[in-house]
């Protein structure tokens, strides 16, 4: 109740959902949580792992190289697939494209 009332009031950014869904929050806010959440639940974020920014950039390399010499998308995405699982900590099955 305090994110929906005081807390929201003051200016503060509620965490709660029944905040982001509460008439008064809305109001006061023009509907931006109601308007954003949507948005935030569909939201994807990626992924942490300490080898990933290093999966990004050969992925990135990959995917230019496949596109520029036309290599089959099979392949392309099987080689993503072996550079995401080769750039985590712990084994992940099931990549982009429904695994290698």
Do not use: K
Not at 59 to 88: C, K, P, W, Y
């Amino acid at each position: 109740d305090v994110q929906r009332g005081a807390y929201a009031a003051a200016g503060g950014q509620p965490g709660h959902a029944a905040a982001w869904e509460d008439q008064a929050v809305n109001e006061a806010t023009g509907d931006f949580y109601r308007d954003t959440r949507a948005t935030l639940e569909g939201a994807w974020v990626r992924p942490r792992h300490d080898g990933y920014m290093t999966f990004q950039q050969a992925a990135s390399e990959r995917i230019l190289s496949g596109m520029t010499s036309r290599h089959q998308a099979r392949q392309v995405v099987a080689d993503l697939n072996r550079l995401f699982r080769e750039s985590s900590p712990v084994q992940v099955s099931g990549a982009a494209g429904g695994g290698a």
